[in-house]
DNA sequence: TTCATATTTCCAGAATAGTCAAATTATATT
DNA sequence: AATATAATTTGACTATTCTGGAAATATGAA
């Protein structure tokens, strides 16, 4: 991973809407949520779901499959697993 | 950790120029490093520098101590683990 | 004291992020 | 086709972040 593409992530998850949908989806599992289910949940206008959810994908933090007219949101554990590991290997002591 | 202090701390290392200047004071290790030398090693002007610094400060990843006309910042190793058992915990697959 | 050095704070401007109603796109049902 | 549902994109606005010169603060040396 590179630092761009950690700045990207971090980015992603440094905002508290985010963060909560984030954990939201990893709790949810694999079979995910569908957008709408996602902004009732957080009482969140879709348009504004809609804009975090955007940062996520473009971090590669989630992806989305069309379910019919819903879109399901699911976490992408690997990104997050390479988050962690430039984490430890980068900003942690013993790191290179 | 709460979800504040997560995203504050993921706020502060989503930025290339701090994520940067963090992984240098992890690379420099306990006895840390003066603003100055920083600043001149990244060849940032001052106040921006000290711009970054507070963010990374105000989030509890580095701390400073003052060395006779220098302050010598050094990374905070404690606030970085915390961070690291937060996403371990909440964000990644059987996190609770 | 006076001067020099190290750093921060103040300030203003430029850039980016966050919010959400309204319009648009995509799919499904009748 | 016409209508309904699910979600995104657009657009306008507000708020926050980033940047760096200039002024202020803090310490040390002459």
């Excluded at 957008?35 to 879709?46: C, K, Q, R, T, V």
């Excluded at 949101?73 to 290179?96: D, F, K, P």
């Amino acid at each position: 991973m590179k630092i761009s593409d950690a700045v990207e992530a971090l980015g992603a998850l440094a905002q508290q809407s985010r963060l909560e949908v984030y954990r939201y989806l990893v709790q949810a599992g694999p079979g995910g949520v569908a957008a709408g289910a996602i902004a009732e949940h957080f009482g969140m206008p879709g348009a504004t779901l809609s804009f975090h959810l955007s940062a996520l994908k473009q971090a590669h933090l989630v992806v989305c499959q069309r379910e019919g007219r819903s879109l399901i949101y699911s976490a992408n554990y690997q990104t997050m697993g390479e988050l962690m590991s430039y984490l430890t290997e980068n900003c942690c002591q013993g790191g290179v």
